[in-house]
């Protein structure tokens, strides 16, 4: 079964970056996709980033232009830079993966990790 741990998260105020690690335990993301997810309190949880295997990127229309998805394929670890942070970003950020073109993910939720922007 695939682990994935999030970590990076923080207090950080409007304006100010974090940069979000995703590390798996098990060499997956050179054959898989990869998603960035958060969940703010009373509110479902949504994609907000994904890379494709082969490198490819899509966001959410909401975190356009400041946020970054990358990955170290070696390191078996994604990457969510977020710039330009406010505080509708609040939420616990979720990371996991599926198989090209399918539509569930695959990896159990894990703990997640704290991002909190103040005003």
């Known amino acids: 079964q695939v682990q994935l741990v999030e970590s990076g998260g923080g207090l950080v105020q409007a304006g100010g970056s974090l940069r979000l690690s995703c590390a798996a335990s098990?060499?997956?993301?050179?054959?898989?996709?990869m998603g960035w997810f958060r969940q703010a309190p009373g509110k479902q949880r949504e994609l907000v980033a994904g890379?494709?295997?082969?490198?490819?990127?899509r966001y959410a229309d909401s975190v356009k232009g400041r946020f970054t998805i990358s990955k170290d394929n070696a390191k078996n670890t994604v990457y969510l830079q977020m710039n330009s942070l406010k505080p509708e970003d609040t939420a616990v950020y979720y990371c996991?993966?599926?198989?090209?073109?399918?539509?569930?993910?695959?990896?159990?939720w894990g703990q997640g990790t704290q991002v909190t922007v103040s005003s």
């Open positions: 996991n993966y599926r198989i090209p073109y399918a539509s569930s993910w695959l990896a159990p």
């Open positions: 098990g060499s997956i993301f050179s054959m898989n996709d």
């Open positions: 890379i494709q295997s082969g490198g490819n990127t």
